[in-house]
């Protein structure tokens, strides 16, 4: 076997930051502050399909939605952040870092879930813009996964347009209230980003867009023509 040391440092476990962008802010997730605007941005009891393959309980009401992402944060598995309106601050979306890996410089993505006022839109793809910066650039992590319930075809659309790459599926890998869960596994890596990052960075530009707000360039294209 042949040793090749990194030269590298363990970066530290993410927090939920705080990060401001032209169409969105991310801050860190409190249910007192975000509970009912992101039950709301869910259509209510709509978030019981929309976030279905979570595997989470039924949720009746914006108390069970806060009290089921509390634990999961109070527990340490995940760090939830929002995407807040830059006006209002009330939440739009959400998602979580979760199996974070420090010590070999691997965290995951997870828990998205967009609401109607965002969904296809420039602040969605701006969150998470933002949410890699901060894994990337800020800590300096090595590797940054997306998984899913591989049946789910708009999370695989999603990561494979934000510039994820797709690594496989693990087959029966999990039980879920919906039944059997084979988990598809995308990642993006830290040698990866600078080239992603750009892209994402002039797909944003408020000039991509024209005046009824359709963008003029996809991203997959400008990412296939810049190096």
């Known amino acids: ?28 997730w409190k249910a007192s502050s975000h ?23 039924n949720m009746e009401k914006w108390e069970d939605l806060a009290a089921i992402v509390d634990e999961f944060n109070r ?26 890996v420090p010590e070999h410089g691997r965290v995951e993505v997870g828990t998205v879930g967009h609401g109607q006022k965002i969904r296809n839109s420039p602040a969605a793809t701006e969150a998470h813009y933002l949410l890699a910066h901060y894994i990337f650039d800020v800590l300096g992590y090595r590797r940054y996964e997306w998984k899913l319930n591989n049946p789910n075809e708009l999370s695989h659309r999603a990561a494979k347009r934000l510039g994820f790459t797709y690594e496989g599926v693990f087959r029966q890998h999990q039980v879920m209230p919906y039944g059997n869960r084979d988990t598809a596994w995308y990642s993006m890596l830290d040698r990866e980003w600078p080239k992603i990052k750009r892209a994402l960075e002039a797909w944003l530009l408020p000039d991509n867009f024209d005046a009824d707000g359709k963008q003029k360039k996809r991203l997959a294209e400008i990412r296939e023509e810049r190096p």
Not at 37 to 57: K, Q, T, Y
């Open 75 to 100: 527990s340490g598995t995940f760090v939830t952040c929002i995407f807040a309106d830059k006006q209002t601050g009330d939440a739009l979306g959400m998602a979580s870092y979760l199996s974070i």
């Open 35 to 57: 509970g009912t605007s992101l039950w709301d941005a869910f259509d209510g009891i709509v978030a019981n399909e929309l976030l279905l393959h979570f595997g989470w309980p």
């Open 1 to 28: 076997m042949i040793r090749d040391p990194l030269n590298w440092t363990p970066p530290p476990k993410p927090d939920a930051p705080h990060l401001k962008g032209r169409y969105v802010d991310i801050i860190p």
